[in-house]
Nanobody
């Protein structure tokens, strides 16, 4: 069993920054995909960023490239999402998810149903 807990959401003005954290615990071999997804009211869930902990591989959604950065702290079993230059359209519930069944060459990393374990989510609100 794997547990996923996010933290770090909040309200910021446009142009501001936030860092979200995802702590993963439980039965993993340390080589997992940790994805960040977001969903705003009335919109479909969107893959924001994902990180393969085995080889430090990163991928980003087009809407956040150049503004968001995902990284890990292995000692703390944490994958963080640093969000800079935030825009009102970044307002959403952000959720961390873990996929344990895929290796470094996985290509469908923004297909949400492929992730087995999900956190509860943390709200990010960007004020205009």
């Amino acid at each position: 069993q794997v547990q996923v807990v996010e933290s770090g959401g909040g309200s910021v003005p446009a142009g501001g920054s936030l860092t979200l954290s995802c702590v993963v615990s439980g039965d993993t071999d340390g080589r997992i995909w940790v994805g960040w997804f977001r969903q705003a009211p009335g919109k479909e869930r969107e893959g924001v960023a994902t990180f393969y902990t085995g080889d430090d591989i990163e991928h980003y959604g087009d809407s956040v490239k150049g503004r968001f950065t995902v990284s890990q702290d292995k000692a703390k079993n944490t994958v963080s999402l640093r969000m800079n230059s935030l825009k009102p359209e970044d307002t959403a519930m952000y959720t961390c998810a873990v996929a344990t069944q895929f290796g470094r060459y996985w290509s469908n990393f923004f297909v949400a149903r492929k992730y087995e374990y999900w956190g509860q989510g943390t709200q990010v609100t960007v004020d205009s």
